[in-house]
């Protein structure tokens, strides 16, 4: 949809020059009076250890007390504090992001989420002409639901998305109780939790709802890796993107591309400002030693190709790409839901919305003359086929090198982990994603999994136990980051096909006595993406294959109950897609 964000970026830009010459607007949305930023901000300014993430110890067998509350945060030296809502034990360490949840596996972590939000309103445009039941409190206040992406819960933790509450007693039609069961007994890996509330997803994440969920394994699956970095030399990422007003506040769109259809909607927020654990690009100190640095994309659209270079010492306050420097290897060791078979070399990290990924940085080693190096991005937005990075987006944090002794790096074993052999399948799904065209301006006013909405019949009922093969079939023209709850799945391949002739019926993709609509072969996925996932890519033009085996994941059945509860969901994690009905129900029966 990027000739569709173009728009919206014309819109805005329109609404803001009328609102510069009037009084403010009295909505909820952003006011843009006054809000022109004064001068651009400077680059690797903020040090990300001046503010580490806060720390929580889910293994104690205690219930977790966690918070959303209202907070005004730092994000850069030169901007005023920013109007966040954050996930916190108490207001006082409330921080974007929230505190990382550190969890070990087979035990139990209950956490009991409390909503401490007393605007009446939310601090941007909530759009109700979006998907039907979209979430509206009669008394006013900011719903939240969390949702654990990547874990395996029951769905009554699991963050359905009409299981929401507000600060003023309301609550959703799927709502239950605000305690939440995790038994962790999952691969050990780096998830998260973030607010799921029919849409207002996006709006809730742009407004700092996030953190992650660490889920570790010393005493068994990690027994034998005692080699892998720890202390100070592991560290979390959570990139996103955002846009500033001059006075601190996030410039969050609050006009639509089709105003007529629907006011305030726009296809995805593209920020042009990146930031790291809440900090605009930041800089971080290493030793000359291997670190193992795990990633999160928390942004709402935006896909990362993220790149390590080294740069010589400069003028960092006023560097801008491009980057000529060498880009340096890093090893991939694990995915969105554990560790890889075996580790993968690679000079490039694409990461897409909700994706995770583990890796180790080795910072002993590099090549003569780098001194610093430089996190980059140059992956277009919308992807694939969006705008090319400016010199804000193109840039993602810097690395200072410390003049220290070298630390002398572990020789890393050609296997790390395992995987059990995919079961034989009980069933096929195929599903085709599409975007819904307004016909006055020919621009999107909605996109649908199989033409269908949020609220229209459950259609995907799998039975516990089951391996089901799903064909995810892109019509639209950007890449999908498909998420699935309950389950880590293992994508298979993706296979290019004619759009045109599949949208008129000439050919097809599940009918022998059709024509086939596959334009070339099969492309197994990379294998740094042979491992637990819960969101893969759908690129357009092509049919992503994926195995989901409704067990867990040493494909022994989960001891709690997928069955009972409001079920669960899966949908595009682009957060502006999946808020106007690209989402679709889930219910596992026996």
Not at 33 to 40: A, D
Not at 462 to 471: C, L, V
Request: a positive charge.
């Amino acid at each position: 949809m990027w000739r569709a964000w173009l728009v919206v970026a014309l819109l805005c830009s329109a609404a803001l020059l009328a609102s510069a010459a009037t009084p403010a607007a009295t909505s909820a949305g952003p006011r843009c009076k006054n809000r022109f930023p004064r001068k651009p901000l400077c680059k690797f300014v903020d040090d990300l250890a001046s503010n580490p993430l806060a720390v929580i110890d889910g293994a104690t067998g205690k219930m977790v007390k966690i918070g959303v509350y209202q907070i005004y945060q730092k994000f850069h030296r030169d901007l005023p504090a920013t109007k966040q809502y954050a996930y916190g034990k108490d207001e006082k360490s409330a921080h974007y992001p929230g505190p990382v949840i550190v969890a070990q596996r087979g035990v139990k972590t209950q956490v009991y989420y409390e909503n401490h939000l007393m605007d009446r309103q939310h601090m941007f445009t909530v759009d109700y002409t979006l998907m039907p039941g979209i979430t509206k409190p009669k008394l006013g206040g900011i719903p939240i639901v969390p949702h654990r992406h990547g874990g395996m819960q029951e769905s009554e933790s699991d963050g359905h998305p009409q299981a929401w509450f507000t600060q003023f007693g309301e609550t959703g039609p799927t709502f239950k109780s605000r305690l939440y069961h995790y038994d962790n007994k999952q691969m050990p890996a780096a998830i998260w939790y973030h607010d799921h509330t029919l849409g207002w997803t996006r709006l809730n994440t742009v407004a700092g709802i996030g953190a992650l969920y660490v889920i570790t394994d010393p005493k068994g699956y990690e027994r034998k890796l005692g080699w892998l970095p720890s202390g100070n030399r592991a560290v979390a990422l959570a990139i996103a993107d955002r846009k500033f007003f001059a006075n601190g506040s996030i410039n969050y769109p609050n006009v639509g591309i089709v105003p007529r259809v629907h006011p305030n909607w726009s296809p995805e927020y593209l920020g042009d400002t990146i930031v790291v654990n809440g900090k605009v690009w930041p800089y971080m100190r290493v030793r000359p030693a291997m670190y193992r640095m795990r990633l999160l994309n928390a942004a709402n659209a935006r896909v990362f190709n993220l790149k390590w270079v080294c740069a010589v010492r400069g003028d960092y306050p006023n560097f801008v790409p491009p980057i000529t420097g060498e880009a340096i290897s890093v090893i991939q060791i694990g995915t969105d839901g554990g560790y890889l078979v075996r580790p993968v070399r690679r000079t490039e990290v694409l990461l897409a919305p909700g994706e995770r990924v583990d890796l180790l940085v080795d910072f002993s080693e590099l090549p003569s003359g780098c001194k610093d190096v430089i996190v980059t991005n140059d992956a277009r937005a919308p992807y694939p086929a969006g705008e090319p990075v400016t010199a804000q987006t193109g840039v993602v944090m810097r690395i200072n090198i410390l003049k220290k002794k070298r630390i002398p790096s572990p020789p890393i074993p050609r296997k790390i982990s395992w995987m059990p052999k995919v079961p034989a399948v009980n069933k096929e799904r195929y599903h085709t994603l599409m975007e819904v065209m307004d016909r006055a301006t020919n621009l999107p006013i909605r996109v649908t999994i199989d033409e269908k909405s949020f609220m229209d019949p459950v259609t995907e009922i799998p039975k516990q136990g089951d391996t089901e093969a799903w064909y995810i079939i892109n019509l639209t023209a950007d890449a999908h980051p498909m998420h699935l709850h309950l389950v880590q799945h293992r994508p298979a391949w993706r296979r290019p096909f004619d759009a045109d002739a599949y949208r008129a019926g000439r050919c097809s993709i599940t009918d022998d006595s059709k024509p086939s609509c596959y334009s070339g072969e099969r492309k197994l996925v990379g294998h740094y993406e042979r491992g637990w996932k819960d969101t893969t890519l759908a690129y357009p033009g092509e049919v992503l294959k994926l195995y989901a085996t409704f067990k867990r994941q040493d494909l022994q059945p989960w001891e709690f109950n997928p069955t009972t509860g409001p079920g669960y969901v899966w949908h595009c994690h682009i957060l502006d897609h999946e808020d106007n009905d690209m989402m679709r129900p889930l219910i596992v029966t026996r």
